[in-house]
C-alpha cells in the first residue's frame, strides 16, 4: 500500500510538471497576462535579470550532458552553442529563437518546437519523435540523416532546408514554404505535404508517390 501510494505521489508530481511545461502560468507581476519565461515566475520583458537566469538554465543543461525532461525553455534566445547528443523529453521550446546552434545527435520526445526560428542550425542525425514544430522557422538548416518521426512541420519556412537520407514517416508539412529544400533519399512514406508551396524542391532518390502531395514537383 506505502509503494502504491509513493508511485501515486510520483505520478501527481509529474503530472504537475507537466501541466506547467505545457499550460504554463502567467507573469507574476500584476496586471502582466504574458506567459512565463522558461520555467520563471515572469515574462522575459519583466524578469529582473533575464540574462543571468538564462545563463544559468543553459549551463545546467550542458553540464548535465544526459536526459533532460519536462523543462520549459520556452523564448530563449542561444547563438553559437553546442547541444549536442542530449536528450529531450517533455520539453517546451515555444518561441525559442536558435543561431548557428548545432543539436546534432540530439533527440525529441514529445517536445514542443513550435513557432522557433532555427536559421543555420545543424540537426544533423537527431532523433524526433511526436514533436510539434508547426510555424517554425528552419531556413538553411540540416537534418539529414535524421529519424522524424510523426512530426509536425505544418507550415513551417524551410527555405534551403536539408532533410537528406532521413526518414520521415508519418510527418506532415501541411502548408509550409519549402523553398529549394531537399528530401533526397528520404522515407517520404504517409508524409503529408497538403497545400504545401514546393518550390524547385528535390525528392530525387525518394518516394514522394507514398506521401500525401497536392503536387508532386519535377524531378
Known sequence: MIIQYEKALQFSRRT????????PDTCSLNGCSKEIWAGSEFCRKHHPDAVVY??????????NKGKIESRDLSAIT??????????FTFCRFTGAVFNRVSFRGTRFFMCL????SAVDCDFKASKMMSV???GSDFSNTSFAGSNLINVSFNGIKGDFTNFD??????SRFIA??????????CNLRFVDFTNARLR???FSNSNPNEAYLMTIPAQ
Do not use: H, P
Request: with cysteine.
Open 132 to 134: 510539434v514544430a508547426a
Open 113 to 116: 518546437l513550435d513557432d522557433i
Open 200 to 202: 524547385n524542391t528535390d
Open 54 to 63: 538564462q545563463a544559468k538554465l543553459v549551463d545546467s543543461i550542458l553540464k
Open 176 to 185: 509550409a514554404s519549402l523553398n529549394s529544400a531537399q528530401f533526397r533519399d
Open 78 to 87: 542561444l547563438c553559437d552553442t553546442n547541444f549536442e547528443d542530449l536528450s
Open 16 to 23: 504537475n510538471i507537466l501541466d506547467r511545461v505545457f499550460d
Open 165 to 170: 537520407e532521413s526518414d520521415l514517416f508519418s
